[in-house]
């Protein structure tokens, strides 16, 4: 089956050090990836996308690149902002045969970040 | 305007009670979604409709009936509210990419 393995929180930062939350995926078909980020109190916004291989998304500042061979889709900034404080969840949606209308999500990262 | 909404943002209610929440998408998809956050932050999807049509039923137990009255419109009813329902749920619609309501804080006491 599908599945999400993203980097365990929380993630503690000061402002404007650089960003990584590693996420890696397990899919039957040929997925494409996402990032959510869930402010708090607040619902699900999407970050940022991938639909093949090879792909970079990019939002605010945010990035990641949709690797097969290593069949990861890693979350990076440059410099974090306080603002940034969220929840990240990394997800895939197999696009092949009927699992096409659920995404499959990571448990979440808690990032922090302190001015 | 909200693309996709849902009310009410925050539901407390006691146990036993049945409670609905309703959800409505202006964005022109065919499908819909329920997904359940617990107090972990952890996102589990329940159903899943196209054009109205149930495709997704995750192993959702029988007091959770969605309700799909047309392609815009996906509602929520919970009977027999148990403690264990606390939690976070969201509506949310696709066509390709999926887009997420903000939420409802339902509370059982």
């Known amino acids: 089956g599908n599945s999400v393995t993203q980097m365990e929180g929380p993630v503690t930062l000061s402002e404007e050090a650089f960003l990584t939350i590693n996420c890696t995926y397990t899919?039957?078909?040929?997925?494409?990836l996402f990032w959510y980020v869930q402010y708090p109190g607040e619902g699900l916004q999407l970050l940022l996308k991938?639909?093949?291989?090879?792909d970079k998304g990019s939002n605010k500042g945010f990035e990641a690149t949709y690797r097969k061979e290593t069949t990861s889709f890693h979350l990076e900034k440059g410099s974090v902002q306080v603002s940034d404080s969220a929840v990240y969840f990394c997800?895939?949606?197999?696009?092949?045969?009927?699992?096409?209308?659920?995404?499959?999500f990571g448990k979440g990262t808690l990032l922090t970040v302190n001015p | 305007d909200t693309a996709v909404s849902q009310t009410p943002k925050y539901l407390v209610t006691q146990m036993g009670n049945d409670k609905s929440i309703k959800c409505e998408q202006n964005l022109g998809h065919d499908t819909m979604y329920w997904y359940k956050q617990d107090s972990k932050k952890f996102l589990k999807i329940m159903f899943s409709y196209n054009n109205k049509e149930l495709i997704i039923n995750e192993t959702v137990p029988n007091r959770f009936s969605p309700k799909s009255p047309d392609k815009a419109h996906l509602n929520l009813h919970i009977n027999s509210l148990e403690l264990g329902d606390s939690a976070v749920y969201f509506c949310a619609s696709s066509r390709d990419t999926i887009y997420f309501g903000e939420g409802s804080w339902l509370t059982v006491v």
């Open positions: 991938a639909t093949k291989a090879d």
């Open positions: 899919a039957t078909g040929y997925p494409s």
């Open positions: 997800a895939l949606r197999d696009n092949s045969g009927g699992s096409n209308y659920k995404l499959t």
